[in-house]
C-alpha cells in the first residue's frame, strides 16, 4: 500500500478553526417526539410542534407580537423594580439576584403588561415570564397586574391575563402572598364594571398564582399540556403517599374534571379569543329603540 494513504498519526487532527459544524440556532428538536424541524418553521407555528402540537414556553413579547395586530402596543408600567423590603438573603442578597436575572434576560421583573388592538378589538394583556426567577409572584408582579386591571376598568377594555408561574416569590414572603387578595379585589371591581376577564393558563401555572388570579377568569383557558396547580405533582405524591394518575395536573385532566372552559392551541388563540371577546361584547341600543323597550 502506497505510503500516502496511510494514516501517520491516530485521531482526527484538523483544526477547530477549519472544522465545519452546523452552526447553532438552525434546527428545532421536539422534546417530546423528537421530530426535528428548521427554526424558521418552528417560529412561524409559533414555537409548537407541527408533528406531536408540543407548546415551548414562550416570552410575554413573543405573546404581545402575535396577538397585537401589526406587533404595535403600549406597554404599560415597563419600568417598574422590585425593591428589597425583607434584605433577604439566601445564596446571594435579594437585589443582586435581581440585577443578575435582569442583566440575563433583559426582563424587569416577571409579568409585563401591555394595551393594543386585536383583530380591531381593545384588549389588555398581562403576560408573565416564567425565566424571570421562575416566574414568581411578588410585589411587582401584583402591582403591574392591579394597575394593568385597573387600566382595563378605566377604559372599559376587555383583559386577558397569561400566567406563567411557579407561584409566591420566597424572597418577598408576606408582601408575596398580600398580592393574591390584590389583584381578587382588582378582578372583582372588573366583574362589578361588566368588563370580560380572560384567563389563560400556560406551562406552568402553580402555586399562589393558581390559587388567585389565574382560576378567577370568566373563562378559564389552557395551553395543551400545560401543568396547572397549587402544589407540584411531586410534593402532593409525598405527601398523600399514593401514585398519581396518569397525566394528572395536565390542561387535559383539569379540563376533564371541570376547572377549565376549554383548551386551545397557540396557533388558534387569536382567532378564538376575537370570537369570544365579540360574542361577549355588549349589544348597542340606539336611543330611540331604548327608550321603546322602556316605555
Given at each position: 500500500?502506497?505510503?500516502?494513504?496511510?494514516r501517520?498519526?491516530?485521531?482526527?487532527?484538523t483544526?477547530?478553526?477549519?472544522?465545519?459544524?452546523?452552526p447553532?440556532?438552525?434546527?428545532?428538536k421536539?422534546p417530546e417526539?423528537?421530530?426535528?424541524?428548521?427554526?424558521?418553521?418552528?417560529?412561524?407555528?409559533?414555537?409548537?410542534?407541527?408533528?406531536c402540537?408540543?407548546?415551548?414556553?414562550?416570552?410575554?413579547?413573543?405573546?404581545?407580537?402575535?396577538?397585537?395586530?401589526?406587533?404595535?402596543?403600549?406597554?404599560?408600567d415597563?419600568d417598574?423594580?422590585s425593591?428589597?423590603?425583607?434584605?433577604?438573603?439566601d445564596?446571594?442578597?435579594?437585589p443582586?439576584?435581581?440585577?443578575a436575572?435582569?442583566?440575563?434576560?433583559g426582563?424587569?421583573?416577571?409579568?409585563?403588561?401591555?394595551h393594543?388592538?386585536?383583530?380591531?378589538?381593545g384588549?389588555?394583556?398581562?403576560?408573565?415570564?416564567?425565566?424571570?426567577?421562575g416566574g414568581?409572584?411578588?410585589?411587582v408582579?401584583g402591582?403591574?397586574?392591579a394597575?394593568a386591571?385597573?387600566?382595563?376598568?378605566?377604559?372599559?377594555?376587555?383583559?386577558?391575563?397569561?400566567?406563567?408561574?411557579?407561584?409566591?416569590?420566597?424572597?418577598?414572603?408576606?408582601?408575596?402572598?398580600?398580592?393574591?387578595?390584590?389583584t381578587?379585589?382588582?378582578?372583582a371591581l372588573?366583574s362589578?364594571?361588566?368588563?370580560p376577564?380572560?384567563?389563560?393558563?400556560?406551562?406552568?401555572?402553580?402555586?399562589?398564582?393558581?390559587?388567585?388570579f389565574?382560576?378567577?377568569?370568566?373563562?378559564?383557558i389552557a395551553?395543551?399540556?400545560a401543568?396547572i396547580?397549587?402544589?407540584?405533582?411531586?410534593?402532593?405524591?409525598?405527601?398523600?403517599?399514593?401514585?398519581?394518575?396518569?397525566?394528572?395536573?395536565?390542561?387535559?385532566?383539569?379540563l376533564?374534571?371541570?376547572?377549565?372552559?376549554?383548551?386551545?392551541?397557540?396557533k388558534e388563540?387569536k382567532?378564538?379569543?376575537t370570537d369570544?371577546?365579540t360574542?361577549?361584547?355588549?349589544?348597542?341600543v340606539?336611543?330611540?329603540e331604548?327608550?321603546?323597550l322602556?316605555?
Amino acid at each position: 500500500m502506497s505510503s500516502w494513504f496511510k494514516r501517520k498519526e491516530k485521531g482526527i487532527v484538523t483544526p477547530t478553526e477549519q472544522k465545519k459544524e452546523t452552526p447553532d440556532g438552525l434546527w428545532y428538536k421536539c422534546p417530546e417526539c423528537k421530530t426535528v424541524a428548521t427554526m424558521a418553521e418552528h417560529k412561524r407555528l409559533l414555537s409548537t410542534c407541527g408533528n406531536c402540537g408540543h407548546h415551548d414556553r414562550i416570552d410575554a413579547g413573543e405573546y404581545f407580537d402575535f396577538l397585537f395586530d401589526n406587533h404595535e402596543y403600549q406597554e404599560l408600567d415597563a419600568d417598574m423594580r422590585s425593591a428589597d423590603p425583607l434584605n433577604f438573603v439566601d445564596t446571594k442578597a435579594y437585589p443582586q439576584r435581581v440585577a443578575a436575572t435582569e442583566k440575563s434576560t433583559g426582563l424587569k421583573d416577571a409579568v409585563r403588561s401591555a394595551h393594543g388592538q386585536m383583530n380591531g378589538l381593545g384588549l389588555v394583556v398581562a403576560a408573565m415570564d416564567f425565566k424571570f426567577i421562575g416566574g414568581s409572584m411578588g410585589s411587582v408582579v401584583g402591582e403591574k397586574i392591579a394597575r394593568a386591571i385597573d387600566y382595563a376598568r378605566q377604559n372599559r377594555l376587555p383583559f386577558l391575563m397569561i400566567s406563567r408561574s411557579g407561584g409566591a416569590r420566597m424572597m418577598e414572603a408576606g408582601f408575596s402572598l398580600m398580592q393574591m387578595a390584590k389583584t381578587s379585589a382588582k378582578l372583582a371591581l372588573l366583574s362589578e364594571a361588566g368588563i370580560p376577564y380572560i384567563s389563560l393558563l400556560t406551562d406552568p401555572t402553580t402555586g399562589g398564582v393558581t390559587a388567585s388570579f389565574a382560576m378567577l377568569g370568566d373563562f378559564n383557558i389552557a395551553e395543551p399540556g400545560a401543568l396547572i396547580g397549587f402544589a407540584g405533582p411531586r410534593v402532593i405524591k409525598e405527601t398523600i403517599g399514593k401514585d398519581l394518575p396518569k397525566g394528572f395536573q395536565s390542561a387535559e385532566f383539569v379540563l376533564e374534571h371541570g376547572f377549565l372552559d376549554f383548551i386551545v392551541d397557540r396557533k388558534e388563540l387569536k382567532h378564538k379569543l376575537t370570537d369570544l371577546l365579540t360574542m361577549l361584547k355588549p349589544i348597542e341600543v340606539p336611543a330611540a329603540e331604548s327608550a321603546a323597550l322602556v316605555r
